[in-house]
């Protein structure tokens, strides 16, 4: 998979788990990957059907893509998000 990069050193990390409908996965996985925020997505077994990796300058632009972007995409269920916490 291609994902865009940052050229700038970014400071907020995030994980989404995604609920999608049943055999949506792959048509949200090419909506996700139009996303500059998008680092990785893997499709996984469980409660959540993917998990992605989100990489921006600040968690209010994580929040902005996930709000206006990611959860208001035809075939998302459900998310839920985990911020990586900053190492010291």
Do not use: C, P
Not at 3 to 19: D, N, P
Not at 20 to 43: A, M, P, W
Not at 56 to 64: F, L, M, N, S, V
């Amino acid at each position: 998979m291609k994902y865009h990069k940052f050229s700038e050193e970014l400071v907020t990390i995030a994980y989404v788990l995604l609920k999608t409908d049943l055999g949506s996965e792959e048509n949200v996985i090419e909506e996700l990957k139009k996303l500059e925020q998008i680092k990785r997505v893997e499709r996984t077994f469980g409660d959540y059907d993917m998990v992605v990796k989100m990489e921006a300058e600040h968690i209010e632009k994580i929040r902005e893509v996930i709000a206006w972007n990611i959860q208001k995409m035809a075939k998302v269920r459900a998310t839920r998000t985990l911020v990586k916490k900053e190492e010291n």
